[in-house]
């Protein structure tokens, strides 16, 4: 096979990016390892930024994001005795929006197939080749057992932690940080019991009620790193939640439903740099981790190929390598932002066991919640920086 851009990994970094090249003209193939029902079905982000919102709706991709979002103008931050309300809108004149990254997926998968994209599923073995030159190529084997090979002008990495993408950078700086508690995340059939989410330190542990849809509640629980999902039963994860979240105080109450997915994720962050060696460019979790406190990974993603596709489009089509060689260092001012405000909701909430700590926690939480500055830095990072920042 022959095209101008070969993109490994068909989650939403790749296939958005494949979106923005045909739109500028530019012609690529995606393979991807796993089915994509595999694809669509895999339980990620849920909050959209407003830049990703109004990218989405810029190509083509808003129309069932408009009917079935849900536009929230802020969050709740609580911890006991206390919940306080933060008005995004009020405070920057953005918002944020309540849908699912497999909806996005699914949005964007359907609208690729409809333009004719041809997207390699269940792939195996797959390789890149030739980096350093102009001829770069991908080999993989397809799902029939055959060896395959993809001769491009650029391959792009979209194919996260774990794919080769990452791994074929010779020599990257790494920064990582791992942290000492993870989530237990459950999805339940039932409708939330809040209007927007809600953020709770507890000393128990830190805990958030979110949402997929009007039906469809999504709530964690922070536990100990290595938790062992079976030692938490439906009614023990309820009674927890109910705990942290205040269920009872002012009048508010938790609604229990039947638990349908849970989990536990670990919390980490983590940067690669450069994103770009020679014909070999990184976006998304290829790239990049963040701890889900901030809402970030997937908006991160968005903003990445927001960036490239101009690039690579310059590159392959008129031989102009400027904001090509800009992308890297233009992209990693936008993540390091991310990681910090990652990082920091996510130790401004989670409780250590260390007393002093808890303190403080307490102090810089009444400090957002009660001052405009404090809870107008929060707003302005969440509901999201303009792409490019």
Known sequence: MRTQVAIVGAGPAGLLLSHLLDRAGVESVIVETRSRAYVEARIRAGILEQSTVDLLRGVGLGERLDREGDVHRGIHLQWPGERHHLDFADLVGRTVTVYGQTEVTKDLGRAREAAGQRIHYEV??????????????????????RAERIDADVVVGCDGSFGPCRAAVPNPQTWERTYPYSWLGVLANVAPSTDELIYAWHPDGFALHSMR??????????????????????????DALAERLGHGRDGWTLTPGPITEKS???????????????????????????????????NLAVADVALLAPALAALVDDGDEKLADAYSETALRRVWRCTHFSWWMTTML?????????????????WVATSEAGATGLAENYAGLPIGF
């Open 350 to 366: 989670h409780t250590s066991g260390d007393a002093f700590d808890a303190q403080l926690q307490l102090s810089q939480l009444r």
């Open 264 to 298: 536990v994720l670990p919390m980490r962050s983590f940067v690669q740099q450069p994103m770009r060696h020679g014909r070999l460019f990184l976006a998304g979790d290829a790239a990049h981790i963040v701890p889900p406190t901030g809402a970030k990974g997937l």
């Open 213 to 238: 849809s009007a039906t469809v509640s999504r709530l964690y629980l922070q536990v100990p790193n290595g938790t062992d999902i079976a030692e938490w039963s439906d009614d023990r994860i309820w």
């Open 124 to 145: 195996a073995d797959t390789r890149v080749h030739d980096i350093e030159t102009d001829s770069p190529f991908v080999t993989f084997t397809g799902p029939d057992g």
